[in-house]
């Protein structure tokens, strides 16, 4: 079992940059696939961007939508998640989500954080 608590989200006007964390209980952190998500109001929730567990060697994955903007990264030492979100745009508001999952590359994501938001202003 992992829980998840996501944090450091907020109100902020286009092109504005945020970093969101969310920090996970339990001492197998690092054999965990890590994901942010996102689901905007009357959308379906989507990925946004992944990190593969440390065996695997922490391979990152990003959504178009979001590529060359947002960065994922984990600190295996905290137990923390982070995304950096930078020149954020109106279509980038919803709630953020980070989930935890299998080793490797998984199917589905097995636990999840209770969401963040995150809203941009024009």
């Known amino acids: 079992q992992v829980q998840l608590v996501e944090s450091g989200g907020g109100l902020v006007q286009v092109g504005a940059s945020l970093r969101l964390s969310c920090a996970a209980s339990?001492?197998?952190?690092?054999?965990?696939?890590m994901g942010w998500f996102r689901q905007a109001p009357g959308k379906e929730r989507e990925f946004a961007a992944a990190?593969?567990?440390?065996?695997?060697?922490?391979?990152?994955y990003y959504a178009d939508s979001v590529k060359g903007r947002f960065t994922i990264s984990r600190d295996n030492t905290k137990n923390t998640l982070y995304l950096q979100m930078n020149s954020l745009k109106p279509e980038d508001t919803a709630v953020y989500y980070c989930?935890?999952?299998?080793?490797?590359?998984?199917?589905?994501?097995?636990?999840w954080g209770q969401g963040t938001q995150v809203t941009v202003s024009s």
């Open positions: 989930a935890a999952g299998p080793m490797g590359i998984p199917s589905q994501f097995d636990f």
């Open positions: 990190i593969t567990d440390s065996w695997t060697g922490g391979n990152t």
């Open positions: 339990g001492r197998t952190f690092s054999r965990y696939t």
